[in-house]
């Protein structure tokens, strides 16, 4: 029954490897994000997806590539991963159309880069 | 360019306690402001956003746009109120979220 689920939960791999999360939402909604949390848990967006359209880039590195089969799903793969990789990256989605709408976040992938 | 500021990385008071978490923000327009919070263990979830005005759990929030701020308060803190508070904009065509770094609350017993 979950809102936006996330695989893996947990990710460990070495410096140089290509590894992807995969989000799903059974929401129906029409938008998807992919957020960083650091260290210091800091969240910053990444990317969105609207209806399949990229809508928001930001400086994000192109190792990292987002990949949206349909509305539902929003898988992120990172090429050539660095130790800087090593965060908690969460996925959420909300119903486009308004600024105010609230965002359902999954349950977030650590991700260890060693 | 938008900008969320939470000026305490931690704030700890005791059970009862009135709580005040404090967030500014930096936006040239009429921005959507929002506080998301993360329980231990859990996920980031809504706790409130400003054109509800909602009271939620006990905390209300108001924007106040002379002085861009929209902190977050509770008149008597509860040790379930545990958690990482974040103050967040929403503003742009693209619905873009932006988060502070987030304000770590301990209400000790």
């Known amino acids: 029954d979950t809102a936006v689920s996330q695989t893996p939960k947990y990710l460990v791999t070495q410096m140089g490897n290509d590894k992807s999360i995969k989000c799903e939402q059974n929401l129906g909604h029409d938008t998807m994000y992919w957020y960083k949390q650091d260290s210091k848990k800091f969240l910053k967006i990444m990317f969105s997806?609207?209806?399949?359209?990229?809508?928001i880039n930001e400086t994000v590195p192109n190792r990292f590539s987002p990949k949206s089969p349909d509305k539902a799903h929003l898988n992120l793969h990172i090429n050539s991963l660095e130790l800087g990789d090593s965060a908690v990256y969460f996925c959420?989605?909300?119903?486009?159309?308004?600024?105010?709408?609230?965002?359902?976040f999954g349950p977030g992938t650590r991700l260890t880069v060693l | 360019a938008q900008r969320v500021t939470q000026p305490e990385k931690l704030l700890s008071v005791f059970k009862g306690a009135p709580v005040e978490l404090k967030c500014n923000y930096s936006y040239s327009g009429s921005p959507e402001l929002f506080w998301y919070v993360q329980y231990s263990r859990q996920r980031l979830q809504l706790l409130l956003r400003h054109i509800s005005r909602e009271s939620i759990k006990g905390f209300t929030a108001d924007l106040n746009k002379g002085e861009t701020s929209f902190h977050l308060k509770k008149p008597f803190a509860q040790e379930e109120d545990s958690a990482m508070y974040y103050c967040?904009?929403?503003?742009?065509?693209?619905?873009?979220?932006?988060f502070g770094k987030g304000t770590l609350l301990t209400v000790n017993p």
């Open positions: 997806y609207n209806n399949k359209e990229l809508i």
């Open positions: 967040a904009l929403s503003a742009g065509s693209n619905y873009k979220l932006t």
């Open positions: 959420a989605s909300s119903q486009g159309g308004n600024s105010y709408n609230e965002q359902f």
